[in-house]
């Protein structure tokens, strides 16, 4: 995510708005990085140097909602429906714009949150002696041979596993749509069952396609979602 602080020297509301920024930024647990550019340097790029001071832009979008660079000049935000305006754009306007931003690459995370959970249990346990020793060479020479150990084996499946829950649950409190988080708890009890308390290996495969048709699933989800926002917030910017 590419953010940045443009403003002019003696501008009296940088401040203010590196304050919103920096809150916003802390708020959505991202890391307090941005560039600060003056825009009336002779080296600062043509596009940036038309802009107002301050601006905030998020992936080249101003948090403020305007479409077109605003011209050399202060800027003024509107902060409700009153029309109050300030001079400097608000933490709530930042936060908003980086959930605009943030919803894409989130949604891919939480999305490839269950794949861990449906490779592990294809991983062999001690008493595969056929497979045994190419998947140790393999894990071995990655640094990972202690996971054939089933004692690790089966609480990484189980933490995974929450994790793909958990990450499922939080999706369908977003999407108010439940399916993907069905498919993913009944996908988990089948590999805790066919992986960690019976044997049974067509009911573990069986989770693991449920939690890979999950995420598929969250992903349209996240699509989805992601489609419905931009006409709300293209409206909100020529409001």
């Given at each position: 995510m590419k953010v940045q602080l443009l403003y002019f020297p003696g501008c009296p509301n940088v401040d203010a708005?590196?304050?919103?920024?920096?809150?916003?930024?802390?708020a959505a647990g991202l890391l307090l990085q941005?560039?600060?550019?003056?825009?009336?340097?002779?080296?600062?790029?043509?596009?940036?140097?038309?802009?107002?001071s301050?601006?905030?832009?998020?992936?080249?979008?101003?948090?403020?909602?305007?479409?077109?660079?605003?011209?050399?000049?202060?800027?003024?935000?509107?902060?409700d429906c009153c029309s109050s305006s300030a001079g400097a754009p608000t933490e709530a306007m930042v936060r908003k714009a980086l959930e605009h931003a943030c919803p894409a690459r989130r949604g891919w995370l939480r999305a490839?949150?269950?794949?861990?959970?449906?490779?592990?249990?294809?991983?062999?346990?001690?008493?595969?002696?056929?497979?045994?020793?190419?998947?140790?060479?393999?894990l071995s020479s990655l640094g990972l041979g202690f996971v054939l150990n089933n004692r690790v084996q089966r609480p990484l499946i189980l933490l995974f596993l929450a994790v793909a829950v958990v990450s499922a649950a939080w999706s369908a409190r977003r999407s108010r749509v439940h399916g993907a988080l069905v498919v993913v708890v009944l996908?988990?009890?089948?590999?805790?069952?066919?992986?960690?308390?019976?044997?049974?290996?067509?009911?573990?495969?069986?989770?693991?396609?449920?939690?890979?048709?999950g995420s598929v699933w969250h992903l349209a989800l996240s699509s989805r979602l992601r489609r419905l926002s931009q006409p709300r917030a293209q409206a909100a910017g020529r409001l």
């Amino acid at each position: 995510m590419k953010v940045q602080l443009l403003y002019f020297p003696g501008c009296p509301n940088v401040d203010a708005a590196r304050g919103a920024l920096t809150r916003a930024l802390h708020a959505a647990g991202l890391l307090l990085q941005f560039d600060e550019i003056d825009v009336s340097a002779q080296d600062t790029p043509a596009p940036l140097r038309v802009w107002g001071s301050p601006t905030i832009l998020i992936d080249g979008v101003d948090v403020g909602g305007a479409t077109e660079p605003t011209g050399l000049t202060c800027r003024l935000y509107s902060r409700d429906c009153c029309s109050s305006s300030a001079g400097a754009p608000t933490e709530a306007m930042v936060r908003k714009a980086l959930e605009h931003a943030c919803p894409a690459r989130r949604g891919w995370l939480r999305a490839l949150a269950a794949l861990p959970a449906a490779v592990l249990p294809l991983l062999p346990s001690v008493t595969c002696p056929l497979c045994l020793p190419a998947y140790a060479a393999v894990l071995s020479s990655l640094g990972l041979g202690f996971v054939l150990n089933n004692r690790v084996q089966r609480p990484l499946i189980l933490l995974f596993l929450a994790v793909a829950v958990v990450s499922a649950a939080w999706s369908a409190r977003r999407s108010r749509v439940h399916g993907a988080l069905v498919v993913v708890v009944l996908a988990s009890v089948a590999v805790i069952i066919g992986r960690i308390i019976w044997n049974i290996p067509w009911l573990m495969f069986a989770g693991i396609l449920g939690l890979v048709a999950g995420s598929v699933w969250h992903l349209a989800l996240s699509s989805r979602l992601r489609r419905l926002s931009q006409p709300r917030a293209q409206a909100a910017g020529r409001l």
